[in-house]
């Protein structure tokens, strides 16, 4: 049985939790409170060292990082449309996840954790301006298609979703890019679309 650590409010979690809906997959989902400091217990370290969420495990095979457990379940359990095998597409699409744990974790993501969550670490001005670079491009390149990437979604709208649809938790005004409005709507209406807080 797939078991899945996470937060609700986590859009780590949620982007695991999604395609794990959409690939009709059975799991059972195991809440990781973050307040309470569970994710630094000595039993949750155990299966994930770095004491972070999402984590998945699939039998012996216990894998962290929302990207790389996407790439996991689509290898695994999902078929060419997740994720490609010949190079360039395949390259296509890994881009994007580079661009979820750049650009989108550096923009809307910080924005929401420096507003939602209250993490006044975060350079708020950096994140803003990282947020309007990234929207900014992600609406110019969803101007010409559907979707990130192919006439169908990928792994790549799975990974950038998230923290994007979140971004008026991070005070980001989604307005000026209709595009990528319409592409989180295009998101949303996938069979079995789940939906998440915020979202």
Do not use: C
């Not at 996840?97 to 350079?123: C, D, K, M």
């Not at 923290?163 to 069979?191: F, H, M, T």
Request: hydrophobic residues 40%; charged residues 25%; aromatic residues 12%.
């Amino acid at each position: 049985m797939i078991k899945l650590y996470g937060l609700e409010l986590s859009g780590n979690s949620y982007k695991v939790k999604l395609f794990l809906e959409l690939l009709k997959l059975e799991y059972e989902w195991i809440t990781v409170d973050l307040m309470k400091g569970e994710h630094k217990s000595p039993e949750y370290l155990a299966l994930n060292p770095f004491g972070q969420v999402p984590l998945l495990t699939d039998g012996e095979t216990k894998l962290a990082d929302a990207q790389a457990i996407l790439v996991y379940l689509a290898r695994r359990y999902g078929d060419e449309q997740w994720l490609p095998e010949d190079a360039l597409p395949l390259a296509q699409v890994i881009r994007w996840l580079s661009t979820t744990a750049g650009e989108v974790r550096q923009g809307p993501e910080n924005a929401r954790l420096y507003h939602f969550f209250g993490v006044t670490s975060i350079n708020i001005d950096r994140a803003d301006e990282k947020a309007e670079y990234i929207l900014t491009q992600l609406d110019q390149h969803l101007s010409t298609r559907t979707w990130l990437e192919f006439e169908h979604p990928t792994i790549a709208d799975i990974a950038v979703f998230p923290y994007v649809a979140l971004a008026s938790d991070g005070k980001i005004d989604l307005s000026p890019y209709p595009n990528v409005l319409a592409w989180i709507e295009r998101v949303k209406q996938l069979p079995d679309y789940v939906p998440m807080p915020g979202i």
